[in-house]
């Protein structure tokens, strides 16, 4: 093997590393978004001035 296939190869190998890494984050980040979707979606709605009942004191 030659000296420009050698660096031929190892900038392909970069490249493709790159790549596998830069889908990785993508995937991530699309999870991400989709944990904070849900988040939002299951946040109820509570009237400003309404005091909500905390009961603190369960009978056993």
Request: glycine share 2%.
């Amino acid at each position: 093997m030659t000296r420009t296939e050698q660096v031929i190869e190892r900038a392909m190998a970069a490249v493709a590393a790159a790549r596998a890494a830069r889908e990785a984050d993508e995937k991530r980040r699309r999870e991400t978004f989709q944990r904070v979707q849900i988040a939002n979606l299951r946040r109820p709605t509570v009237p400003k001035g309404i005091q909500l009942p905390l009961d603190l004191f369960r009978p056993n």
